[in-house]
């Protein structure tokens, strides 16, 4: 097998939420590895221009477009513009996501709707209207950021595990629809990753740190760059006949049930 398989260099991709956090971290894998790189963000243009300004220190060439991802005429407006000003988009992954935890019994009904609008109605919204092209043009791919929620539930997480585990039908589905235009609709699932939003708790000691390094069979977090292989591999042409797909990269905790805390 020739590493040719694995290039990506010159495509276009799209990769919604990547101001920060793993959006960015595959992201900024996706452009060390010769992929043009066009972000999203929402909250602020200054929010943009700060992460444009981190990938410009790694040499990776990227442009930046606030739009709201759950508003089907921004979308729309921004795919066209994206098209028109940087190329066609070679390369949709899906990022974008929220949280909130709240016990089930406790959540309003407009928090969970708005989980599950950004978490699920979002990707079904950009993918729509990027993959118009895609069909046009008989190439492309899409990955959608999934969850070990997509298979599993935890307290206070009721909303994002029902959002997650709808986004890995939609993946199937976009599969099942839009394989034949040539067209590879896959998932990938992070499993604990260390990142700003978790490094109060990755400390010795804290119970959950302890939870996720005993539950965890690579017995670590997972860093933040691990995601890029699978990122790669899923926008290449190494990946060509994958589809419907969710790639789980969790060191291995969806693999077993865990172990005693007195076990070695």
């Not at 959540?107 to 990027?130: C, G, N, Q, T």
């Not at 939003?197 to 997972?222: L, M, S, Y």
């Amino acid at each position: 097998m020739s590493l040719s398989l694995f290039n990506i260099e010159g495509k276009v991709a799209l990769i919604t939420g990547a101001t920060h956090g793993l959006g960015m971290a595959m992201a900024m894998q996706l452009g060390k590895a010769g992929a043009t790189i066009v972000i999203n963000g929402n909250s602020s243009q200054q929010k943009i221009d700060d992460a444009l300004e981190v990938y410009k220190k790694e040499n990776i060439k990227a442009f930046g477009y606030k739009f709201n991802v759950t508003i089907e005429s921004e979308v729309e407006a921004a795919i066209a513009s994206i098209e028109k000003e940087v190329g066609a988009i070679d390369i949709l992954v899906n990022n974008a996501g929220i949280i909130k935890r709240i016990p089930l019994e406790s959540m309003e009904v407009e928090a969970f709707r708005e989980v599950i609008d950004v978490d699920l109605v979002a990707p079904f919204i950009v993918s729509k209207h990027v993959v118009k092209g895609m069909i046009a043009r008989k190439s492309g791919k899409i990955i959608n950021i999934c969850s070990m929620m997509s298979e599993l539930g935890r307290n206070t997480v009721g909303a994002y595990a029902a959002a997650k585990g709808g986004l890995k039908m939609l993946t199937k589905n976009m599969a099942t629809e839009w394989a034949k235009h040539n067209i590879q609709i896959n998932g990938i699932g992070p499993g604990y990753f260390a990142t700003s939003q978790t490094a109060p708790i990755r400390v010795d000691g804290h119970p959950f740190n302890e939870f996720i390094i005993n539950r965890t069979p690579a017995a670590k977090w997972g860093a933040p760059e691990d995601l890029g292989g699978a990122a790669i591999f899923l926008a290449s042409q190494a990946s060509n006949f994958v589809n419907g797909h969710i790639l789980y990269v969790d060191g291995g905790i969806l693999a077993t049930i865990g172990k005693p805390s007195n076990e070695d």
